[in-house]
């Protein structure tokens, strides 16, 4: 009997540490976003607690804030630029390292990851004197190729750990049953590593939205968001910068979203 | 019977030293059951591959019912392959995996929606083709896998380990139903497999295969009664290997001396006297002799082993000079467990000369 209650204790112990635990973990995490959000909708314009009343003023000013806007704009086109153009080299480079066989595979492999490891400041540094010589003039496109050079890596991984996983033999399946090369790649092989394709485009995406080093060396006149954010930030944070997260927040939810009906649609995986 | 299928001189060096398949010609008849045998690496499944198309043979020929499809690819060739994992497509439901090559056949949408329930009908999984695969059992994602295949009404149907991914009593199960449903179909099958007794219980004809070889091609039957080398006998069924000397022989008749004794046997070519060869005897046909009674062939021993395996009894006898060979004894009557002989009694062994295989050389073991 006593064994029981002492078991029944200790159980009841061990649950309530465990639940404490993934609730500080959630604090960590979004805590801080929730701090966020909080201090947009708040009518003071100094950031502190506790709060003192509603208003959307700051959305408002954000609204007005051409500037602003503006880097929004450019952020956008960086990053979908960015993505398209990783998506278009990456794609095809992981279907040829998973495809053929060539000397060097391994050494091209590596290499195709390293831009990725590269600290941005080296990445920046080194397009910037690249472009320089080549006498192309600083704008976003050369943002847009700076960004691609270091996430090609992050599409190439992705896909081609997926297509290693795929079994050879449903391509051979599709042979099999008539289709010649370019069907069996629609049809069987493209719906199979969609998956990889969507998040590896998504995390391209996000780490192009958010990417100063590079950025900093190779934009010409014109400014992303995060560029933005950091000039203003030396004037100190304002709601309207919060604002502007929290719409960040909202769409990256909206995209998350996005990509799991994406990759769901299609019915189970495996 | 007309050939659907002949092969001529095929052979698939992948290097110098590594010879995955070395000259084979075959043929194989419309309507056949035919079954590729051996061990792991003899270039059974690189020789289904090259029929397949799925891998380019080095040299020789490929002929498809007359027609020489060695440089096709896979996708011009009436012929389809069930894979060893079956390889369907997991992001298509079980319909629309058995429909896809009718779509690419042309097939209008009522012809795919009629020959897709006959398949499906043919296999029993008619209710499963909103299912996807990974919702299958094993046993029925074997079963799609053959729809899939023969929906396509190929000229031949390729099996590639057909059986091996499921337990053995589904195994066995699925031996007697694919070969109902080929008999059904009139589709020639050629298979793979490692196992025996699939391709016993399976096979009209059975290419034993060897080192990117042919060992031999025969009926079951024909191969497990009268194998033509040691490495056949060792591959189909059970046989026990003893080293012998021919001391008289005649056209059909020969007097082998063994270590333990001396035999007689039939033989269907010339030996020399004197000659080293290698006897083989299979376990089943061996008889255990009562007191008195005399046979033809007896071999004096002792039981070293009892082994049970439910069916009946092996044992082992110890033979004079220490050799040993293995004689079955069924059990049809539980009650005859007391005349099971106790390890060490002294025993006589008979044997048909009919019985008794006789192969030139040692045993290279």
Known sequence: MTTQTHRRASRFAADTAFATFIALLMGFLYIPIWVLIAFSF?????????????????????????????????????????????????????????????????????????????????TGISMLNMFKLTGLSLSLETVIIGHATALVGVVVTQVYARLQRLPPSLQEAAFDLGAGPWRSFVDITLPNIRSAIVGAGLLSFVLSFDEIPVTFFLTGRENTLPMYIYSTMRRGITPEINAVGTIIVLLSLGLIILSVLMTKRQGPGR | ????????????????????????????????????????????????????????????????????????????????????????????????????????????????????????????????LKLYPHQLSGGQRQRIALARAIVRRPKVLLLDEPLSALDAKLREQMQTELKRLQEKVGITFIMVTHDQTEALVMSDQIVVMEKGRIAQKGTPQQ?????????????????????????????????????????????????????????????????????????????????????????????????????????????????????????GLAVRLAVAPHNVFVFAGEEAA
Not at chain 2, 84 to 107: E, I, S, W
């Open chain 2, 1 to 128: 019977m007309t050939a659907i299928i002949e092969l001529d001189h095929l052979s698939k060096h992948y290097s110098p030293a590594i010879i995955g398949v070395d000259d084979i010609s075959l043929s194989v008849g419309d309507g056949e059951f035919l079954t590729l045998l051996g061990p792991s690496g003899c270039g059974k499944s690189t020789l289904l591959r090259m029929i397949g198309g799925f891998e380019e043979p080095t040299a020789g020929t490929i002929r498809l019912a007359g027609q020489d499809v060695t440089a096709l690819p896979p996708y011009r060739r009436a012929i389809n392959m069930v894979f060893q994992d079956y390889a369907l497509f997991p992001h298509m439901t079980v319909g629309r995996n058995v429909a896809y090559g009718l779509k690419l056949l042309g097939c209008s949408e009522l012809e795919i929606r009629t020959r897709v329930y006959d398949a499906l009908k043919l296999v029993g999984l008619y209710d499963k």
């Open chain 1, 42 to 122: 708040n009518d003071s314009s100094s950031l502190s607690w506790p709060l003192s009343g509603f208003t959307l003023d700051w959305y408002a000013k954000l609204a007005g804030n051409e500037p602003l806007l503006r880097a929004i704009r450019n952020s956008f086109y960086v990053a979908t630029g960015a993505t398209v153009l990783t998506l278009l080299i990456g794609v095809p480079a992981a279907l040829a390292l998973h495809r053929f066989d060539f000397p060097g595979k391994t050494a091209f492999r590596r290499l195709i990851l390293l831009p990725i490891t590269l600290p941005g400041i080296v």
């Open chain 2, 223 to 343: 191969l497990y009664d009268h194998p033509a080398s040691i490495y056949v006998a060792n591959f189909i069924g059970t046989t026990t290997f003893l080293p012998g000397a021919v001391e008289a022989a005649d056209q059909t008749t020969a007097r082998i001396a063994l270590g333990g004794g001396e035999i007689a046997a039939n033989i269907d070519r010339p030996f020399a006297r004197g000659e080293r060869v290698t006897i083989g005897l299979r376990p089943e046909k061996i008889r255990i002799l009562a007191e008195g009674e005399t046979a033809a062939n007896v071999l004096a021993g002792r039981v070293s082993e009892v082994i049970y395996y439910g069916l009946g009894l092996r044992l082992g006898v110890t033979l004079a000079d220490g050799s040993r060979i293995f004689a079955d004894l069924l059990l049809p009557d539980t009650l005859a467990r007391s005349q099971v002989p106790p390890v």
